[in-house]
């Protein structure tokens, strides 16, 4: 069994005293792991950074075996551990993929937002709203999508400035009425007409990350969400 595509490391793990095992994510194979001879040499080390982008070529002897990978560089990503909240913003994304994804399951939409953000967080330019609407495509592909294009309850395209909690739908001023305190704010940034008193970033990131935790954490993994991404979210808010 043999392939060869581009991926970006997004796990390393020490294997015996030479080796390393990684975990990429490619367009073609979604997260995939593999055993990289020689890996836990120095320059070895240096190419399986998280956030580095590698030609890869992927061998085993059977389908549901661990494999071995060849590697050449393609891309370093180095601004990404000169800045502290681009690093930050590195660990989240890598975190969550190797938390959300089966293994093997090619997710490509998903993979090539996750270049684009990478590149932004490596090239400085601001990037934290792409950032939510990553993790709005993260739960979107693990089948847990919000629907924010009309009122759940009046079925209204206009003024939308609630999401349910329990659903992920929107819900206009009218169709809350009384019900409103215990719905979420929508921010004008993700499509929603509230009057945005607060954070508009900080609005949708508690949107995604309450899905994130009580649906995808709580229901489909199991365990709690990786803790670089309430780390992220303290530097972006803070």
């Not at 990503?77 to 938390?99: E, I, K, M, Y």
């Not at 996750?114 to 495509?137: N, P, V």
Request: net charge neutral.
């Amino acid at each position: 069994m043999e392939w060869q595509a581009e991926g970006t490391v997004i796990a390393r793990r020490p294997h015996g005293e030479t080796a390393a095992i990684i975990e990429v994510m490619t367009v073609e194979y979604g997260r995939h792991a593999g055993l990289v001879p020689g890996g836990a040499s120095l320059r070895r080390a240096a190419l399986l950074q998280p956030g580095t982008r590698l030609a890869l070529r992927w061998r085993a002897r059977q389908a549901d075996a661990l494999g071995h990978f060849s590697i050449e560089p393609a891309r370093a990503r180095a601004g990404l551990l000169g800045d502290p909240l681009a690093l930050a913003g590195l660990n989240a994304v890598c975190a969550l993929l190797s938390f959300a994804l089966p293994e093997r399951d090619p997710h490509p939409r998903l993979a090539l937002m996750t270049e684009s953000l990478l590149d932004a967080m490596d090239g400085g330019a601001d990037w934290c709203e792409a950032y939510l609407i990553w993790e709005m495509r993260l739960l979107q592909e693990m089948g847990l999508g919000l629907d924010l294009g009309e009122c759940a309850v009046t079925g209204a395209r206009e003024g939308l400035a609630w999401v349910s909690p329990k659903s992920g739908r929107a819900v206009s001023r009218a169709g809350a009425g009384e019900w409103a305190n215990r719905l979420l704010p929508l921010p004008a940034i993700m499509g929603g007409a509230g009057d945005n008193r607060g954070n508009g970033l900080a609005e949708g990131l508690a949107i995604t990350g309450h899905f994130l935790n009580a649906r995808l954490a709580g229901e489909l993994v199991g365990r709690p969400l990786p803790a670089a991404r309430a780390r992220l979210i303290r530097r972006l808010l803070g």
